[in-house]
């Protein structure tokens, strides 16, 4: 059964901050994913990250995916009150076409403090 | 923008009472999900659909609950007998097989509250 950690699952920071929130999985995958949830709303997605190695950045926010480790990182640089949120990385454990399963960690309560 | 629509945003009834949750999936998306997702357990996936074939619905409580896909453009969720624990948010999203760069777009949920 693939198993998704993150932690940490609680991150209370400061603006102008950096923090990295990390995702673990259990099975190998080439394709993960990265959502952000507001409180009462829906999941909006952030990141694809395809291969080992894959980069991608959006604003403040960086994710990348190494596959050997099996981790994938969320990187939040210079934290500003906007980005307090819930993450969740996914995982699909099957290397085939988007639409697959996922399988989704705990998520990670972001809260950025003036 | 395309979007995953789902009906009732949100539900009250009394247990015992059969609730059907509807999704409409994007346009030309071919695999369709359902979640739920509560505090305790966090995000489930409780069925998928690929071309309108179910393909998994293990993670589905089979003497109550059912899902459907009776056309391309519409997906529901059944609860008969609902119950006290069903209470959660119940997500749709919807994806395209086709594309491997996309992820899976969700809908904005149906809040579901079984008194």
């Known amino acids: 059964e693939l198993k998704v950690e993150q932690n940490p699952l609680f991150l209370s920071m400061q603006e102008g901050k950096n923090y990295t929130i990390y995702c673990n999985y259990s099975t190998t995958s080439d394709r993960l994913y990265w959502y952000r949830q507001d409180p009462g709303k829906s999941l909006e997605s952030l990141f694809v990250l395809l291969s080992n190695g894959a980069v991608k950045q959006e604003g403040r926010l960086m994710a990348s995916l190494d596959t050997k480790a099996r981790l994938s990182t969320l990187h939040i640089t210079a934290a500003v009150h906007d980005l307090s949120a819930t993450y969740f990385c996914?995982?699909?454990?099957?290397?085939?076409?988007?639409?697959?399963?996922?399988?989704f960690g705990e998520g990670t309560q972001l809260t950025v403090n003036p | 923008d395309a979007r995953v629509t789902q009906t009732p945003r949100h539900k009250v009834t009394e247990m015992g009472q059969e609730v059907t949750m509807r999704c409409q999936p994007i346009?030309?998306?071919?695999?369709v999900f359902w979640y739920r997702q509560t505090m305790m357990q966090g995000l489930e996936l409780l069925a998928y659909f690929r071309n309108r074939a179910p393909l998994d619905d293990s993670g589905m409580p089979k003497d109550r609950f059912s899902a459907e896909m009776p056309d391309a453009t519409l997906a529901t969720l059944k609860i008969q007998p609902s119950e006290p624990r069903d209470s959660a948010v119940y997500f749709c999203?919807?994806?395209?097989?086709?594309?491997?760069?996309?992820?899976?777009?969700f809908g904005d949920g149906t809040r579901l509250s079984i008194l």
């Open positions: 996914a995982v699909d454990p099957l290397f085939e076409t988007s639409g697959s399963r996922l399988t």
């Open positions: 346009l030309g998306h071919n695999t």
């Open positions: 999203a919807s994806g395209r097989t086709a594309n491997s760069n996309q992820p899976q777009h």
